[in-house]
């Protein structure tokens, strides 16, 4: 029986916000949508049965990290990323080109080769390619996959983004002939430009032009200010092609999540709740609670009453202060939980109002609130 073809369908606009459906063969993405991260084929302190309860659909996982550990051969041996980490849901694969410029100790940027660098555990070389980016991914049987790109850290050197854009824009070309045609799975292409507009402009063209599933924009989670960042997706709103979704790389908190649906984003990625709630920041919509401030020894109130999933509202301020205190991997456990359910209920509610036609409202009751 042939798999169903990946889709994707808009079903409700209010203003710029998008209310849309992206269909996998292994299920129903509802957008706006969060994607939390399994970078290494894990959330971290978390199981993925519970992070699909929180109502997670779709999880990312990345082709750098995996290339190096385990190994994209062992994974495919063991019937790909879905059997290895025991997920029945979609997965996202990150091409790995914002951890070559962030963690690997070393790197070279040559155009025919790729990227060529040494492992931040290691220190053994690799050289990653945009076909070997995407045999990677498929090897690893992911449903979206994305192209290899350059991914320069912040600059306002024109010159510098415009060779990269150049680069990344060939890349593109290169994964997209590598990918060939598949019909169940998604390939997306990622919008560079920087903080320029004729860049960011000339980019998303050359892209259009190859004609990808979906369209990523990258580059705005490697220091830009949510001002800087908003100011780019102001730009590109009235440019992105209207039938395709549309994914922001690394993004973000509430509020930059919050502000880019406002401006036309279906989906996102980010490690901030999970990383947060490893170091004891938990999120929740009366605003964000530092659990080790003193002040909460003797507050025995949950972090919010309203929260009865995993009862996470059974465990009082007080306690989890204790727990990270004393360093008790429990706390660092509940608070993930507690974010990740977080995240999606923010998601929930976007959908819901943007349905009902009641975003702006929404936005404008939150947006300085969480």
């Not at 606009?13 to 949508?33: E, W």
């Not at 010159?159 to 060939?180: C, H, M, P, Q, Y």
């Not at 999120?283 to 309203?306: A, E, M």
Request: glycine fraction near 8%; include cysteine; proline fraction near 3%.
């Amino acid at each position: 029986m042939a798999l169903k073809k990946f889709s994707f369908n808009v079903t409700k606009k209010n203003g710029y916000a998008r209310l849309g459906k992206i269909i996998t063969h292994r299920g129903v993405i509802d957008t706006p949508a969060f994607m939390p991260v399994g970078t290494q084929g894990t959330i971290k302190g978390a199981f993925l049965n519970d992070v699909f309860k929180t109502g997670s659909q779709i999880i990312l996982c990345n082709t750098y990290h995996l290339m190096i550990r385990p190994g994209a051969e062992r994974v495919k041996k063991y019937g790909g990323l879905h059997n290895f980490i025991n997920c029945k849901k979609p997965i996202l694969t990150d091409s790995g080109g914002y951890q070559i410029m962030s963690l690997s100790k070393l790197n070279k940027i040559d155009r025919e080769k790729g990227a060529i660098f040494n492992s931040h555990i290691d220190g053994s070389k690799f050289i990653l390619s945009p076909e070997e980016s995407i045999k990677i991914q498929k090897k690893l049987n992911s449903d979206i996959v994305m192209v290899l790109d350059e991914c320069p850290k912040k600059t306002l050197n024109y010159d510098v983004i415009s060779k990269s854009v150049n680069l990344s824009t060939e890349w593109a070309k290169r994964s997209k002939a590598e990918f060939g045609k598949i019909r169940h799975k998604g390939l997306f292409g990622i919008v560079q430009g920087g903080l320029f507009k004729d860049l960011r402009l000339k980019s998303l063209n050359e892209l259009k032009k190859i004609n990808f599933d979906g369209y990523a924009i990258g580059g705005l989670a490697v220091g830009d200010t949510q001002k800087e960042m908003f100011k780019v997706l102001d730009f590109l709103k009235d440019h992105m092609p209207q039938k395709k979704p549309r994914y922001l790389m690394g993004v973000g908190t509430p509020t930059d999540i919050l502000g880019a649906v406002k401006r036309g984003i279906d989906m996102f990625d980010c490690v901030l709740p999970t990383r947060s709630g490893r170091t004891g920041l938990a999120f929740t919509w009366n605003g964000r609670v530092h659990i080790r401030n003193s002040k909460y020894k003797n507050d025995n109130t949950p972090l919010d009453s309203s929260v009865k999933k995993f009862d996470l509202n059974k465990y009082s301020k007080n306690y989890l202060n204790h727990l990270f205190n004393t360093n008790e991997m429990l706390g660092s456990m509940i608070l993930t939980l507690n974010n990740i359910n977080f995240y999606q209920e923010l998601m929930f509610e976007i959908r819901k109002n943007i349905k009902k036609g009641t975003f702006l409202k929404f936005y404008n009751k939150y947006s300085k609130k969480l």
